[in-house]
């Protein structure tokens, strides 16, 4: 189904608004501000976005430690999200989870997973209880080309064929798994090879363009809801920054980086291109870019003025009722 | 007075338990037409169907993490891990991901999620098929462990682990499931955390649970002819931890021997010392003694897993270690 053009603002909006957010977190990080872990989705923006545009609220979105613009496009606050980053109370994990857990039930984010290709079982465990309650929800994940090693992940591919259950497993294939590329640790080209394996429908889709990703994750989502079963997505895309801050990046030449940050492959200048195309005149999207620029400051300044959680809160959450 | 055996009072504890909530699915391997491994499912496909009784591959990642799935989507699941050495093969779903979605979540998400398994040696099942292991569960905050000893316990238990919002492992043993006991037709859910006193005595505090309680029970025997009075403490669960009713008897008899068929390096036995020691350390007359397996992998061959497992005689002559 083609996007309409407020759509494909909304995927503009979405796509530089994780952007911009990474960016603000690379700073913060860098000023001490935000500790421990960060994984940048830079260059990868339009299978988010792409993906969200094909989603309502109640289907579930299980991502991984790369999430912060699936989450964001499926709609979790950047407040919220923000103050997660800094461990505030008013972080949408109460600052217990940090930039790896962001969840969100109302918009059906369920936890992020920080085990490579852990949250694939999950994934078709929501997808079953869909199918099990007779609704016809759909439930997604993201995981990216190094995870279709792990051995879960093939026992879920498998879990859902058999259960035909409406689960869509979306890979992100951006060639590096971590520090190594991928063709150096898997002798399959295309991972959709994979599915196969499990007869399970997949295709390939460019995943740096926004309308090609949105129509492939579509026709996911109608196989589900129809009662269809599964479906994988191969996305071919690609992190234009290191696998996590500090990342050297010794293991691929520069001018490759810069390829895909070309005009013609980055995801945000190619849609940005289109919209003008479109009719959209350059002012109207540097409205959209201040508009993001005002949410994330907010967002910033939001996650400054909160409190840390009280220090009693690591006793609750464990279990539901209360420890010591 | 009805008498069941072990694997009956289980049997009837889900009968029940799945009439009562509709949420409740079981998963496992060979758990529907061939009734479970040890029959504790026999006959419950027949009653509740395919869509409440899942047959899985043999992927005990995949299924119980699509357990936790199921789980996070409001279904209670009960995933069935036929010995619990598998337990390695899932670890990760269990430990990083049921017993701390809850915590990484801010609250938001709960697993209720009962894991059914057992353990133990005595059968020549060798290294990978009688290892006791829940001291490893004890250490991961976020599950709660039962260990029943009777066919009593054992419907109790478990019809309580379906009342919990939070992941749950019963962990039986493999010789008990053919031992009988009293099980009256209503029984209401045994609460977690309360221990059992299967003996009252003054000399010496014996606590233990699962098989190794009937051990404990026979050694009391052989003592109170040699005029040792003991006081048998079956926990039934370690997490919660009655440490009220451990405290109580170790102040009145001063003298402590821990008994468990897990291995005596870092077994539960050694945490429970080190609360008695905390707890309790101006009343005690002697040095705790724990029995344990030895700290070798079980072997096959019979006269060596004999001498490896503990047995009522190595209780006694701990006991009598305690009561010079």
Redesign the interface.
Known sequence: MALSLEELKTGYYNMVLAREFERKCEALFQQGIIRGSLHMCIGQEATAAGTALALRDDD?LITNYRGHGHALAKGISPRAAMAEMLGKVT???????GSM?W???SKGI??A?A?VG?G???????????K??GNDNV?VTFFGDGATNQ??VH??M??AA??QAPAIFICENNLYSEMTPISQTTNNKDLVERAAAYNIPAEIVDGNDIEAMHDAVCRAVTRGRQGKGPTFIEAKTYRTVGHMIGDSQIYRDKAEVEAWRAPERDPIMRLGAKLLGHGLTASQLTAIEQEVTRVIEDAVQFAKDSPYPALDEVY?????HRIA | MRELTYSQALREALYEEMARDANIILLGEDIGVYGGLFKVTDGLLAKYGPNRVLETPISESGFIGAAVGLAMCGKHPMAELMFMDFAWVAADQIFNQACKMRQMSGGQVSVPLVIRTQQGGGRGNAAQHSQSLEAHFAHIPGIKIALPSTPYDAKGLLKQAFRENDPVIVIEHKLLYNTKGNVPEQLAPIPFGVADVKRTGKDVTLISYSRTVLHALEAAETLAQAGIDVEVIDLRTIHPLDMDTIAKSVRKTTRVVIAHESHRNAGFGAELSARISETCFGWLDAPIERVGALDVPIAYSQPLEAHTLPSPDKIVQAVKRVKL
């Open positions: 579930i972080g949408c994990c109460k600052g217990k989870g857990h969840t969100d039930l369920m936890p997973n085990i852990a694939l079982p999950t994934v078709v465990g929501c997808a079953l209880a869909a099990l309650d439930a051995g879960v026992e879920a498998n879990l058999m259960w609750v959450d464990v279990f539901e």
